[in-house]
T-cell receptor, first 111, second 111 residues
Framework: DTAVSQTPKYLVTQMGNDKSIKCEQN?????MYWYKQDSKKFLKIMFS???????INETVPNRFSPKSPDKAHLNLHINSLELGDSAVYFC????FGQGAFFGQGTRLTVV | QKEVEQDPGPLSVPEGAIVSLNCTYS??????FMWYRQYSRKGPELLMY????GNKEDGRFTAQVDKSSKYISLFIRDSQPSDSATYLC???????????FGTGTLLAVQP
């Protein structure tokens, strides 16, 4: 059973398009995250939700909009994609106060 | 000054060697410390989680925290080629659920 699963695994799209990445966790965790990993492997937090409530919103362009329909799901919608958005996006979940468990990542390439 | 500093390596060791990976952090409010392992094109995998100064051992892995020096370490005994990966330290304050990652150290264990 996959604990944190995200789809799609790969996403290639043109500049200016809108795309979504979906994430689901079956661990019963209260908190979910989106992280961005750049080409130098640096992981930077973008958003965090706790029980469907946004609790962390880093300085991310407002073209990025997270949505949490329930505590097991956290989706990421990106409008007007730019070349600089190319990266690997990771979803993660945790119980508050514990280490986070990560999905396998979505490799986004904007051409 | 970055909140978490980690030597990016790369670090190359012969099989069977003891590996030492290190991070320093700047904010004494950070209370929770984690080590992740990330294989190429995979998601980060939680290896160790600790919240107190001292050592925590799990098999060949030992996590060490020195809060007075704001220094954390991961030791890998009897290193194996399968340990070849990027190792990321992560820290969290007691007040938030925000995980802050180091830049990662690329480790290669040569057979």
């Amino acid at each position: 059973d996959t604990a944190v699963s995200q789809t799609p695994k790969y996403l290639v799209t043109q500049m200016g398009n809108d795309k979504s990445i979906k994430c689901e966790q079956n661990l019963g965790h209260d908190t979910m995250y989106w992280y961005k990993q750049d080409s130098k492997k640096f992981l930077k937090i973008m958003f965090s939700y706790n029980n469907k409530e946004l609790i962390i919103n880093e300085t991310v362009p407002n073209r990025f909009s997270p949505k949490s329909p329930d505590k097991a799901h956290l989706n990421l919608h990106i409008n007007s994609l730019e070349l600089g958005d190319s990266a690997v996006y990771f979803c993660a979940s945790s119980q508050f106060g514990q280490g986070a468990f990560f999905g396998q990542g979505t490799r986004l390439t904007v051409v | 000054q970055k909140e978490v500093e980690q030597d990016p390596g790369p670090l190359s060791v012969p099989e069977g060697a003891i590996v030492s990976l290190n991070c320093t952090y700047s904010n004494s409010a950070f209370q929770y410390f984690m080590w992740y392992r990330q294989y190429s094109r995979k998601g980060p995998e939680l290896l160790m989680y600790t919240y107190s100064s001292g050592n925590k051992e799990d098999g060949r892995f030992t996590a060490q925290v020195d809060k007075s020096s704001k220094y954390i370490s991961l030791f890998i005994r009897d290193s194996q080629p399968s340990d070849s990966a990027t190792y990321l330290c992560a820290i969290r304050s007691g007040a938030t659920n925000k995980l802050i990652f180091g830049t990662g150290t690329l480790l290669a264990v040569q057979p």
